[in-house]
């Protein structure tokens, strides 16, 4: 079993930055690929980024390509996500996910274990 818990959420100006962290429960936190998700009010969940076990490899979507970076401690079982630019448009709740995959995937069908989230607000 793997627990994820969020953090770092608030509340930012456009333009400004956060950095969310999810600290996991799992022994073995190194073997798991790890993802970031939002979800707006109204909308489906989706994904934000996912970075493999090894921390080698990352993916994002096109809308937070160049303004989020997603990383991981493994010594720390956290993971990372440094969001600059922020937009409006990206004020969701953010969700922490871990895959038993070793490899970076943006499915959402690919990730067992959820956080309870983070909520993001962006004003303009």
């Known amino acids: 079993q793997v627990q994820l818990v969020e953090s770092g959420g608030g509340l930012v100006q456009a333009g400004g930055s956060l950095r969310l962290s999810c600290a996991a429960s799992?022994?073995?936190?190194?073997?798991?690929?790890m993802g970031w998700f939002r979800q707006a009010p109204g909308k489906e969940r989706e994904f934000v980024a996912s970075?493999?076990?090894?921390?080698?490899?990352?993916y994002y979507a096109d809308s937070v390509k160049g303004r989020f970076t997603i990383s991981r401690d493994n010594a720390k079982n956290t993971v990372y996500l440094q969001m600059n630019s922020l937009k409006p448009e990206d004020t969701a709740v953010y969700y922490c996910?871990?895959?038993?995959?070793?490899?970076?995937?943006?499915?959402?069908?690919?990730?067992?274990?959820w956080g309870q989230g983070t909520q993001v607000t962006v004003s303009s």
């Open positions: 970075i493999s076990s090894s921390g080698y490899s990352t």
């Open positions: 996910a871990a895959s038993r995959r070793y490899s970076a995937t943006s499915d959402r069908n690919e990730y067992g274990y």
């Open positions: 799992a022994s073995s936190f190194g073997s798991y690929a």
